[in-house]
């Protein structure tokens, strides 16, 4: 017989049959209390190895008495002598339990556990007849008991709705899920390293903002009782960002969750994570070879390598990135020359001839990007910087000295996706200012409300630097180097609509 788990057919149950198992279950979790031995009362176990130490180390552990715990996932119960699987943080590992080793009343009980109960499992490493590594028990000790019963191993948790809103119950019986979280980790990781190794310092800017800034995105609104203050979750992390270069820093970033009250699809959750950057005395130009370096420097790191799988295309990171203009993108894509638009009613009527939608009131900057989103996007698979956008759309760009209709902006796409976003900053404290106010102004016609951030004007008064910013989705970086396709899937509790 194999000492490997045993995958038995699926089997329904139905909510009266599952509600007797968990009633079964917690008659247990009472006699155990009874009897005076409820797990919930133990404090700590202690814990000399992880599953994989024990798997990589064999040959220097095998003999030596170990400690682990962790879930119970199978157990083959064999008359007086089992076998059973340990789930831990790290992995799967057999344990071999038999009676006359731990004694009559102690095998009883665990022949009463269930799977899913936390154990802790103590005994001698050894290699079986059929060659599994596995711990010979000598002591085993109910850490806490499971209630509820976990999904069929052999059926797994699939629904993608019960994924996201069980994640805990994901995790167990799905091991890559935790696997993409710990790259999560290691991305992030990388992420920092690479630019503190830079000389970038991490900040921290307040989340909670007084102020509806006129920006693309909807905010979500709070009140501050004691102060008696509406205030507003932050869109971005930007400006205070730009407040830290004027008062002396030259380089910093910041790692930030944002919230934005906007839709949600498969790469955008109402909150994420991002990273900004801000460097004094650069422009676009060194910002894009940054993220360049940046991108392939973590996929080596966490990947292995700078040609990394997305949904069956592999994608090569590795410097230099193809660049081109928005103008030349959409030139290509459809034909439409941008600089032959005079004014706003040109470009209304070129993409009413091409049956492409555009917003009320929309400029000639926005017409612009919706023929790119139309017949662009989707069609940059390979990194690509798409730069000098026009100021229309850009409200916090430095214009362009040789055509101050377009901006020193770009924005980097990586299979049809937008993955970041950056400037050569507006240092300009009159120029921004008329932006903010037109900003508003659209905002208004609109019906929303947006204000004009004063002190940040304050701040550009005192004189910026010239600077070089940056901004990209740490949640679309972690799906792109994990292969995973949806936001949700690298989001450990995303967002979700309550049940009823």
């Not at 950057?277 to 360049?292: I, K, P």
């Not at 928005?326 to 600089?339: E, H, I, L, P, R």
């Not at 730069?387 to 760009?397: E, R, T, W």
């Amino acid at each position: 017989m194999s000492d490997q788990p045993q995958n038995p057919q699926p089997i329904e149950l139905t909510a009266k049959q599952l509600s007797e198992q968990e009633g079964i279950r917690r008659d247990k979790l009472k006699r155990l209390v009874d009897s005076g031995n409820s797990p919930y009362a133990i404090t700590r176990f202690d814990v000399t190895h992880r599953s994989d130490e024990i798997i990589r180390d064999f040959d220097a552990l095998e003999g030596q008495t170990v400690r682990i715990a962790g879930r119970m996932v199978s157990k083959r119960v064999m008359g007086k002598a089992s076998f059973a699987h340990l789930l831990d943080a790290e992995g799967l590992l057999q344990f071999y339990v038999r009676r006359d080793d731990i004694g009559e009343e102690p095998y009883a009980a665990f022949k009463d556990f269930d799977l899913g109960d936390l154990l802790g499992v103590e005994g001698v490493v050894f290699r079986t007849q059929k060659g599994e590594k596995s711990i010979h028990t000598q002591k085993l000790t109910l850490l806490s008991k499971s209630l509820k019963v976990l999904p069929e191993k052999f059926h797994g948790l699939k629904d993608p709705d019960l994924r996201y809103r069980q994640r805990y119950v994901d995790m167990i019986v799905n091991p890559e899920v935790r696997d993409t979280f710990r790259k999560r980790s290691r991305i992030l990781n990388a992420v920092r390293e690479f630019l503190d190794a830079r000389g970038f310092i991490e900040v921290d800017t307040p989340v909670l903002q007084t102020l509806e800034i006129g920006a693309a995105a909807r905010t979500f609104k709070t009140h501050h009782n004691a102060l008696d203050l509406d205030m507003f979750l932050r869109i971005e992390t930007e400006l205070y960002l730009k407040r830290l270069i004027v008062g002396g820093f030259e380089k910093v970033y910041e790692v930030g969750r944002l919230f934005r009250n906007e839709g949600m699809d498969s790469t955008h959750n109402p909150e994420f994570t991002t990273v900004e950057t801000y460097q004094a005395y650069v422009d676009y130009n060194e910002v894009m070879e940054m993220v360049e370096q940046l991108y392939a420097t973590v996929a080596q790191k966490v990947c292995g390598s700078t040609l990394v799988p997305y949904q069956g295309t592999m994608i090569e990171l590795k410097a230099p990135w193809k660049r081109i203009t928005m103008a030349q993108a959409v030139q290509d894509a459809c034909g439409v020359d941008y600089a032959a638009w005079q004014t706003d009613a040109d470009a209304h009527a070129c993409l009413d001839s091409l049956n492409v939608h555009y917003e009320k009131g929309a400029k000639r900057g926005d017409c612009l990007a919706a023929l790119f989103d139309e017949y662009v996007e989707a069609t940059l698979i390979q990194p690509t910087f798409l730069i000098d956008y026009p100021v229309d759309i850009s409200p916090l760009a430095k214009r362009k000295p040789e055509n101050p209709d377009l901006t020193e902006r770009f924005e980097f796409f990586i299979n049809g996706h937008e993955m970041g976003n950056a400037f050569s900053e507006l240092n300009d404290p009159i120029d921004q200012r008329k932006r903010f106010e037109e900003q508003v102004r659209i905002r208004a016609a609109e019906g929303i409300h947006a204000e004009v951030d004063e002190d940040f004007l304050a701040a550009l008064e005192y004189g910026m630097p010239p600077t070089g910013g940056l901004g990209f989705g740490i949640d679309r970086m972690v799906m792109l180097l994990t292969d995973n396709a949806s936001i949700r899937d690298v989001l450990l509790f995303p967002t979700m609509k309550p049940q009823k």
